[in-house]
Protein backbone atom coordinates (compact mmCIF):
# COMPACT_ATOMS: atom_id res chain seq x y z
CA UNK A 1 0.00 0.00 0.00
CA UNK A 2 0.96 3.58 -0.77
CA UNK A 3 1.91 6.02 1.94
CA UNK A 4 1.51 9.06 -0.02
CA UNK A 5 1.58 12.35 1.78
CA UNK A 6 -1.80 14.59 1.32
CA UNK A 7 -1.52 16.93 -1.08
CA UNK A 8 -3.33 20.40 -1.54
CA UNK A 9 -5.80 20.55 -4.14
CA UNK A 10 -4.40 23.06 -5.78
CA UNK A 11 -0.80 21.39 -6.57
CA UNK A 12 -2.59 18.50 -8.20
CA UNK A 13 -3.04 19.64 -11.41
CA UNK A 14 0.82 20.88 -11.53
CA UNK A 15 1.47 16.92 -10.65
CA UNK A 16 -1.01 15.51 -13.42
CA UNK A 17 0.73 17.47 -16.22
CA UNK A 18 3.25 15.63 -18.54
CA UNK A 19 7.00 17.06 -17.71
CA UNK A 20 8.43 19.49 -20.22
CA UNK A 21 10.54 17.03 -21.76
CA UNK A 22 7.54 15.01 -22.88
CA UNK A 23 6.82 14.94 -26.38
CA UNK A 24 3.49 16.54 -26.84
CA UNK A 25 -0.08 14.02 -27.27
CA UNK A 26 -1.44 13.19 -30.46
CA UNK A 27 -5.02 12.95 -30.27
CA UNK A 28 -5.65 9.10 -29.88
CA UNK A 29 -2.82 8.32 -27.90
CA UNK A 30 -2.74 7.51 -24.30
CA UNK A 31 -1.70 9.74 -21.26
CA UNK A 32 1.24 8.57 -19.51
CA UNK A 33 1.40 9.73 -15.63
CA UNK A 34 4.56 8.56 -13.42
CA UNK A 35 4.59 6.89 -10.27
CA UNK A 36 4.55 10.26 -8.11
CA UNK A 37 1.71 11.17 -10.05
CA UNK A 38 -0.25 8.20 -9.51
CA UNK A 39 0.26 8.56 -6.06
CA UNK A 40 -0.39 12.21 -5.45
CA UNK A 41 -4.45 11.24 -6.97
CA UNK A 42 -4.60 8.10 -5.18
CA UNK A 43 -3.98 10.37 -1.90
CA UNK A 44 -6.24 13.07 -2.85
CA UNK A 45 -8.84 10.84 -4.00
CA UNK A 46 -8.63 8.40 -0.61
CA UNK A 47 -8.62 11.66 1.55
CA UNK A 48 -10.98 14.06 -0.24
CA UNK A 49 -14.26 12.41 0.57
CA UNK A 50 -15.17 12.81 -2.94
CA UNK A 51 -16.58 10.14 -4.66
CA UNK A 52 -14.77 8.55 -7.35
CA UNK A 53 -16.90 10.55 -10.53
CA UNK A 54 -16.00 13.78 -8.07
CA UNK A 55 -12.44 12.82 -7.88
CA UNK A 56 -12.03 11.84 -11.08
CA UNK A 57 -13.43 15.27 -12.55
CA UNK A 58 -11.71 17.40 -10.10
CA UNK A 59 -7.88 15.50 -10.88
CA UNK A 60 -8.80 15.48 -14.92
CA UNK A 61 -8.24 11.89 -14.98
CA UNK A 62 -11.01 9.22 -16.17
CA UNK A 63 -12.54 7.29 -13.54
CA UNK A 64 -12.17 4.04 -14.99
CA UNK A 65 -7.88 4.95 -14.58
CA UNK A 66 -8.40 6.59 -11.36
CA UNK A 67 -10.58 3.28 -9.95
CA UNK A 68 -7.60 1.27 -11.51
CA UNK A 69 -5.48 2.75 -9.74
CA UNK A 70 -6.87 3.29 -6.62
CA UNK A 71 -7.33 -0.91 -6.37
CA UNK A 72 -4.36 -1.11 -7.05
CA UNK A 73 -3.38 1.01 -3.88
CA UNK A 74 -5.99 -1.63 -2.84
CA UNK A 75 -8.73 0.82 -1.62
CA UNK A 76 -12.09 -0.13 -1.52
CA UNK A 77 -14.41 1.82 -3.64
CA UNK A 78 -17.78 1.63 -1.66
CA UNK A 79 -15.02 4.11 0.62
CA UNK A 80 -15.47 6.53 -2.13
CA UNK A 81 -19.21 6.42 -2.07
CA UNK A 82 -20.74 9.25 -0.09
CA UNK A 83 -23.50 8.33 2.24
CA UNK A 84 -26.72 9.86 2.75
CA UNK A 85 -26.81 11.46 5.84
CA UNK A 86 -30.20 10.61 7.64
CA UNK A 87 -31.23 13.05 10.33
CA UNK A 88 -33.59 11.55 13.33
CA UNK A 89 -36.98 11.77 11.72
CA UNK A 90 -36.17 10.35 8.36
CA UNK A 91 -34.60 7.24 10.30
CA UNK A 92 -37.95 6.85 11.92
CA UNK A 93 -39.68 7.07 8.98
CA UNK A 94 -38.29 4.71 7.35
CA UNK A 95 -38.18 2.24 9.69
CA UNK A 96 -41.90 2.55 9.70
CA UNK A 97 -42.64 2.91 6.27
CA UNK A 98 -40.30 -0.74 6.20
CA UNK A 99 -42.31 -2.40 8.74
CA UNK A 100 -45.65 -1.39 6.72
CA UNK A 101 -44.02 -2.32 3.65
CA UNK A 102 -43.67 -5.97 5.35
CA UNK A 103 -46.97 -6.33 7.00
CA UNK A 104 -48.75 -5.77 3.61
CA UNK A 105 -46.54 -8.68 1.89
CA UNK A 106 -47.81 -10.94 4.68
CA UNK A 107 -51.15 -9.81 4.23
CA UNK A 108 -50.28 -10.23 0.38
CA UNK A 109 -48.90 -13.73 0.77
CA UNK A 110 -51.96 -14.63 2.91
CA UNK A 111 -54.76 -13.50 0.76
CA UNK A 112 -52.65 -15.28 -2.07
CA UNK A 113 -52.64 -18.34 -0.23
CA UNK A 114 -56.23 -18.24 1.14
CA UNK A 115 -57.71 -18.10 -3.06
Known amino acids: MN ?8 HLP ?4 PPLDAPPR ?9 PEQRAAAVA ?3 Q ?4 LAEASRALGIH ?3 LGYWLKEDGVSMPRL ?32 AGS
Open 3 to 10: TAQPLNSQ
Open 14 to 17: DLLT
Open 26 to 34: IKGTRATYR
Open 44 to 46: HAR
Open 48 to 51: SGMT
Open 63 to 65: PTT
Open 81 to 112: VKQPVQGEAQATELEKLRRERDALRIALAAAL
